[in-house]
């Protein structure tokens, strides 16, 4: 059974800075891509970073420059580095999975974490 479990989120004032990770369990984690998407309220979810098992990375244009997306295949986890962080950042932060190599693709979640940035 695939698990995701987020950590690292939590209130910061603008500029300032955030680490989230996710642990996985269930999974070949070397082969699957792993992605961070966020969901504001009232606002649809939204790919905010992903990397894949290459370490192949890409990001919303949003965050280019302030997030790094980056994958430790021996401890299952993947992580996203969140600096100069703005307003518009607020969101819950859920963790994805897929396996590229499976020819109808699954995605799996992670419960979320709340990033809220405000001064």
């Known amino acids: 059974q695939v698990q995701l479990v987020e950590s690292g989120g939590g209130l910061v004032q603008p500029g300032g800075s955030l680490r989230l990770s996710c642990a996985a369990s269930?999974?070949?984690?070397?082969?699957?891509?792993m992605g961070w998407y966020r969901q504001a309220p009232g606002k649809q979810r939204e790919l905010v970073a992903a990397?894949?098992?290459?370490?192949?990375?890409n990001y919303a244009d949003s965050v280019k420059g302030r997030f790094t997306i980056s994958r430790d295949n021996a401890k299952n986890t993947v992580y996203l580095q969140m600096n100069s962080l703005k307003s518009e950042d607020t969101a819950v932060y859920y963790c994805?999975?897929?396996?590229?190599?499976?020819?109808?693709?699954?995605?799996?979640w992670g419960q979320g974490t709340q990033v809220t940035v405000s001064s």
């Open positions: 994805n999975t897929f396996n590229p190599r499976e020819r109808a693709r699954r995605d799996y």
């Open positions: 269930g999974i070949i984690f070397s082969i699957n891509t």
């Open positions: 990397i894949t098992s290459g370490g192949s990375t």
